[in-house]
């Protein structure tokens, strides 16, 4: 039962992911493409939790937390480089 509810959350987060990298790539301003890499981030941390449950191992939790911290500092980056120009003050 477990193992066809995470398949089916995959497919559809899945499609998640697609939907937002086309958002990506015909966003019409470039907040629109932050937010879209930034969903595209939360996307792809839940199908590395969705085969940890799959694979019944821990390890992917850990690699899912690296990733969510990648994604929040490459987000704030991106957004002070929108509103100032440059990253470094």
Request: aromatic share 8%; proline share 1%; charged share 10%.
């Amino acid at each position: 039962m477990i193992t066809s509810a995470t398949l089916i959350a995959a497919s559809v987060v899945s499609l998640s992911l697609f939907l937002c990298l086309i958002r990506l790539l015909r966003g019409p301003s470039m907040g629109d493409r932050v937010l879209a890499l930034d969903t595209m981030t939360v996307n792809a941390i839940a199908l590395i939790i969705l085969l940890g449950i799959y694979g019944g191992t821990h390890l992917y939790f850990e690699g899912a937390l690296l990733f969510a911290m990648l994604g929040f500092v490459s987000t704030v980056a991106f957004a002070r480089f929108i509103l100032r120009g440059d990253l470094i003050e």
